[in-house]
């Protein structure tokens, strides 16, 4: 096992200016060592294993430990056992390599931002109070890297058209290079809708149509800077001639690092705040990839920026009970905010 000398903590400890008793650290470090292998079921990582999620075993390791080395008052001011300062230290007072603690660190912070909205599972969306919801884990690896591959596999472009959509402040759709591939009808490889309705996210009645405009996947299709504008705020459908409850919008995360601004609260008790073309978003959502996002169809929202990388999702337009949506959606109109 691991050893951990007294002077190598005192430089760690200095070296952060840290005007606690060593001692306590030490106790915490040795403890931590001893019980890692039967707390995690694994040896205490030196690099090679990159499968390995340090931060959040080293937590809760120190959790575990935490009273048995005195807790706050063994430490000057109150130190808590779970803040980023803390589990620095003490990673590298076990002697941690860099690269660990940095790739964990990005990490976490990428999996916080994206869980941020994130609805708890068994909680169903309500379209009738409820504007939109992010859900985590609908997909799964493999339906994933089918509707990303779908483009490829029916011949690259075969079926594809840019958005017939006014990107930010008008900026003409040619210039964006993004591509809206059609996949709705016999294209897609499964039933949206019978995924999230047997998920428990949605009431039985909400169903998928069969025109191929029903389902599209966006995309970039080259790297470019060009690609980074947002596009205008719009609702996928008229608010004065559909209920929102009826017809609904369900983005897909193909790809990590997909956003959806918004305008407007999630819940409808709410009203939506002043707002024009020009109006920032109220919220970015992150829709961790696999997840989705749940919005009814007059939610006030846009395209995210592609930021020069190919970030795929799935768009799905749903309907609930007879609401007639198939031919009135086949050409993808959007109601753009004035």
Not at 125 to 150: H, K, P, S, W
Request: with cysteine; charged share 25%; hydrophobic share 35%.
């Amino acid at each position: 096992m691991r050893r951990v000398s007294d002077a190598h903590i005192a430089r760690v400890l200095a070296k952060h200016k840290v005007i606690d008793d060593p001692s306590a650290w030490t106790s915490l470090a040795r403890r931590v060592l001893k019980g890692w292998e039967e707390m995690h079921g694994a040896r205490f990582p030196d690099g090679s294993d990159v499968s390995l999620n340090v931060g959040q075993r080293l937590e809760r390791s120190v959790r575990a430990e935490w009273e048995a080395v005195g807790g706050e008052n063994a430490f000057i001011w109150g130190r808590r056992q779970s803040s980023r300062r803390t589990l620095t230290i003490l990673a590298q007072c076990l002697g941690l390599p860099q690269k660990w603690r940095n790739a964990d660190s990005q990490e976490s912070r990428a999996k916080r931002r994206q869980h941020r909205h994130v609805t708890p599972a068994g909680t169903r969306f309500d379209a009738t109070t409820t504007r939109y919801a992010v859900y985590a884990d609908v997909l799964t690896a493999e339906q994933v890297q089918d509707a990303r591959g779908l483009p490829e596999r029916v011949r690259y472009g075969k079926g594809a058209s840019r958005l017939h959509m006014v990107n930010r402040f008008g900026e003409s759709s040619e210039e964006s290079d993004r591509m809206q591939w059609y996949c709705g009808g016999t294209h897609l490889p499964f039933n949206c809708a019978q995924i999230l309705v047997k998920k428990g996210i949605l009431d039985e009645g909400y169903s998928q149509g069969t025109a191929t405009h029903t389902a599209s996947i966006i995309y970039t299709r080259r790297k470019t800077a060009s690609a980074e504008n947002q596009q205008q705020w719009h609702t996928d459908f008229d608010p004065d001639l559909r209920d929102g409850a009826d017809h609904i919008s369900v983005i897909f995360a193909l790809d990590d690092n997909v956003t959806v601004p918004i305008i407007g609260d999630a819940s409808l008790v709410n009203p939506l705040p002043p707002h024009n073309k020009d109006s920032p978003p109220t919220l970015k959502l992150a829709v961790p990839k696999g997840g989705c996002v749940l919005f009814r169809g007059d939610t006030i929202h846009a395209g995210m920026r592609d930021k020069g990388r190919s970030i795929r999702r799935m768009h799905v337009y749903l309907a609930k009970g007879t609401a007639r949506y198939v031919d009135e959606v086949a050409d993808n109109k959007a109601y753009f905010v004035a």
